[in-house]
């Protein structure tokens, strides 16, 4: 059984910087692709970024250059550092978790998730 456990989410004026992490426990393999994903009220959850087994990142245009995504084998956490945020980053964040090939733009590649972490941008 696969848990996430998502935090670091918070209310931060414009400019402002947070730092999102994942644990994760259960049977998560060095090789899953980790994502995280965001939804504003609303709206359909969208990808954020991704990072796979050979530590690729990808990111969704609106926060590339903003945002970096990392991860920690040896303590299985995964962590979004996100700079310069804009009232726009509003929304829940989530922690996701798929097999190697998952796609952060499509949210059914993505079988574990977590429970979010709230942002506020304002």
């Known amino acids: 059984h696969v848990q996430l456990v998502e935090s670091g989410g918070g209310s931060v004026q414009a400019g402002g910087s947070l730092r999102l992490s994942c644990a994760a426990s259960?049977?998560?393999?060095?090789?899953?692709?980790m994502g995280w994903f965001r939804q504003a009220p609303g709206e359909e959850r969208e990808g954020v970024a991704s990072?796979?087994?050979?530590?690729?990142?990808r990111y969704t245009s609106s926060v590339k250059d903003r945002f970096t995504v990392s991860r920690n084998n040896a303590k299985d956490t995964v962590t979004l550092q996100m700079n310069d945020l804009k009232p726009d980053d509003t929304a829940m964040y989530y922690c996701?978790?798929?097999?190697?090939?998952?796609?952060?733009?499509?949210?059914?590649?993505?079988?574990?998730w977590g429970q979010g972490t709230q942002v506020t941008v304002s």
């Open positions: 996701a978790a798929g097999p190697f090939y998952a796609d952060y733009q499509d949210t059914l590649d993505f079988k574990y």
């Open positions: 259960g049977s998560i393999q060095r090789t899953n692709c």
């Open positions: 990072i796979d087994g050979g530590r690729n990142v």
